[in-house]
């Protein structure tokens, strides 16, 4: 008998992608999709619950369809995907709660598969060039979705230490980036000006969608307790993306940056919270030595071609870049 | 753990180098021979993710197809942000005519400096802006034969500055930190701190050529970590290029700087004021001290740190005094 995997965030883009790759691998005998909205697309392959996973009706699911193996990746980055932050916030502390309440109710849940982000660390002047695994964050995240994701962290921890016998793996990705998913990054590569904060030039590293979604598959596969982070090798500095992309850019003074940025962007999906500025002042970088001696994953792309393959993806849709 | 016991099999190319190939190099000839060795490179490391001399390309262009590549992003960076084509065609290349003419400096040592391989730089800190590592950088890439790129530590400050947070990060530079220090001596690179800090290079004039307090020794225990040599750097001239005869506190604390200069020229002179004077300047790259005959742990021995800072320290002011003792006039 295969093994039941329950995919949390299903309606969305890399979940529903996820959901569907682990349907079509042939040791994985069945998909559970769970999100609040069903999905656009119907995802071959996969059973969908529509279930919110806020509310304890998750551990039922669970219990009835004997699951194995939980992948976690109902943690939302923008509050426009949400309807708002307060509802956002709910959907991604909240929910994350009542899942691992679900999880630890269900006897037959082996390991655990978390999509967290390197947004964990901060960013900030005194960071390292790059952060390993164990690093504390020098300047920890005080909102948004980073903060979010620390308080995830935290309570996945406290659940791997009440389950010891479950296999819990915090995956902490670089910005997903590709030829057709869209992210604040993504958006904010497209803008007509983009804007950039004088006197700095960050270190932006990438993971290509399709290998952040082996990255998922590795870790279900062959499960490892801890914390990995996972990237592309090596940086690519902001002004040097821009310049790729093509596009004008626009240098702002440090505290007129969000409100320039926003201007810039009325409607889209590009991201001037202060976590996100930070980021794009300062930048980030991941060692990812853990990810290729312990979870022996290795990326196809490094953080260039990721992001080449994003300007050629971005180019076939017309969406008017270089 | 007894020396003799290290007794290479073979020839080594470190014990031809000291003149001796018998069967049985004596206890201080086989440490020398250790000594020589350069460290190990991290067998985990990515090619790419520390740019090392020899990994940089060598491009032959115009600078027209060069500033058009430029414009096209088509360029590449390591890990810490190093941009070694801006750094050779654009930032060192600026700094030249105050190395060449207006300093008039002259580099001392640089068969101190290995050709490859990890060594830690420890220099003097003086001169109100960091002047003395921009030229201490350009000494060693101009006027070492291995045309090296120094890859500064500095204080956080440096990275959360608008430009020169940018600046640093693509002539090579990063956080003065345990980690940064440790990849990049594990890389092989050739690091350059300046231990005094703040305290160094805001430090009145009538202070001048007596160092002040060696930080923690963190960039002792890194060197030890790595088992790369330490080499004790004297620069003489910073000191003249801004005198620093006050310190308007207030100014600084509302600028949230650790001091604001008052000089002969600045801030009377206004921009004027900023133009350093043309002192004479030395710079000499001491006997390095190697960091692999102590055993393992040493790092995390207080003592074993505090000894060798002091050690690194005592060296560098002596050689201080002798080039001091050495120029003519502070403007000669």
């Known amino acids: 008998m295969g093994r039941t995997v329950l995919v949390t965030g299903v ?25 609040v909205v069903a999905p656009e697309l119907t995802i071959p392959g996969i059973e969908f619950v529509r279930a919110d996973i806020r509310n304890p009706v998750i551990a039922k699911v669970m219990g009835e369809a004997a699951v194995d193996t939980v992948v976690h990746m109902g943690v939302i980055a923008t509050p426009r995907q949400a309807g708002g932050r307060s509802t956002m916030k709910e959907i991604n502390v909240i929910g994350t709660m ?72 915090t995956l902490r990705f670089a910005n997903f980036i590709g ?3 869209q992210t604040a990054l993504t958006s904010y590569f497209t803008l007509p000006v983009v804007p950039t904060v004088l006197g700095f030039d960050p270190r932006l590293q990438f993971v290509h969608e399709d290998d952040g979604l082996e990255a998922i598959r590795a870790a279900v596969h062959s499960p490892h307790q801890g914390t990995f982070n996972i990237a592309g090798d090596g940086v690519i500095m902001l002004s040097q993306a821009i310049h790729r992309a093509g596009r004008p850019t626009i240098g702002v003074l440090g505290p007129l940056f969000p409100m320039v940025g926003r201007a810039l962007s009325p409607r889209g999906l590009a991201d001037f919270s202060q976590e996100s500025v930070r980021h794009l002042t300062y930048g980030r970088a991941l060692d990812t ?18 992001f080449v393959s994003f300007l050629a993806g971005a180019h076939r849709e017309g969406r008017d870049v270089a | 753990m007894p020396d003799a016991n290290i007794v290479p099999i073979g020839p080594s190319k470190a014990a031809r180098l000291v003149g001796n190939t018998g069967p049985q190099p004596s206890a201080p ?13 991290d067998p985990e ?32 960076v390591d890990d810490f942000g190093f941009d070694p084509e801006l750094t050779d065609k654009v ?71 608008p430009f020169m947070a940018e600046i640093a990060r693509k002539a090579g530079h990063t956080l003065a930190c345990h980690p940064d220090a440790e ?60 005198p620093m005869i006050g310190n308007a506190r207030t100014v600084a604390r509302i600028l949230g700087l650790p001091y604001f200069p008052i000089t002969p020229t600045f801030p009377w002179l206004g921009p004027l004021g900023m133009v350093p004077l043309p002192s004479k300047w030395l710079i000499h790259f001491g006997e390095p001290i190697p960091t692999d005959d102590y055993p393992e742990g040493s790092a995390d021995d207080p003592m074993v740190v505090f000894n060798l800072t002091d050690q690194v320290r005592e060296q560098i002011q002596q050689s201080l005094y002798r080039l001091l003792v050495k120029r003519p006039s502070a403007f000669g």
């Open chain 1, 11 to 35: 309606s969305r883009y890399l979940g529903g992608r996820m959901a569907a790759l682990l349907a079509a691998d042939p040791d994985i005998g069945s998909v559970i999709g769970v999100d």
């Open chain 1, 98 to 169: 009542q899942l691992l309440a679900a999880c630890q109710r269900t006897p037959g849940v082996r390991s655990l598969v978390v999509k967290s982000t390197a947004a964990v660390y901060g960013s900030g002047p005194k960071d390292p060039a790059k952060f390993t695994e164990d690093m504390e964050p020098k300047h920890a995240p005080s909102s948004g979705w980073a903060k979010d994701s620390v308080e995830v962290e935290t309570y996945v921890r406290g659940f791997a230490r009440r389950r010891p016998d479950v296999s819990v793996t």
């Open chain 1, 179 to 181: 030829p057709t998913v």
């Open chain 1, 289 to 306: 030595r853990a990810m290729r001696r312990v979870l022996e994953f290795e990326p196809e792309h490094t953080t260039e071609e990721a």
């Open chain 2, 29 to 41: 000839i086989a440490r020398r021979a250790r000594r020589a060795s350069t460290p190990a490179i």
């Open chain 2, 45 to 76: 490391r990515i090619p790419g993710e520390v740019w090392t001399d020899d990994e940089i390309p060598d491009t032959e262009e115009g600078w027209l197809d060069f500033a058009r590549r430029r414009l096209s992003g088509d360029y590449r």
């Open chain 2, 91 to 161: 930032l060192l290349a600026l700094l030249r005519p105050l190395y060449r003419s207006w300093f008039r400096v002259e580099t001392t040592g640089l068969e101190n400096v290995p050709s490859q391989g990890a060594s830690l730089i420890v220099a003097n800190h003086s001169g109100v802006i960091a002047l003395d590592s921009a030229m201490a950088q350009l000494a060693l890439h101009d006027e070492h034969p291995a045309h090296r790129h120094l890859r500064m530590l500095g204080a956080n400050l440096v990275f959360q500055t």
């Open chain 2, 183 to 242: 990849r990049l001596l594990a890389a092989g690179e050739l690091v350059g701190v300046w231990p005094e800090g703040f305290k160094g290079v805001g430090k009145p004039f009538s202070q001048r050529y007596k160092l002040q307090r060696f930080g923690r020794g963190g960039f002792v225990a890194a060197a030890l970590r790595t088992r790369s040599p330490i080499v004790p750097t004297a620069i003489v001239g910073a000191e003249e290029t801004y």
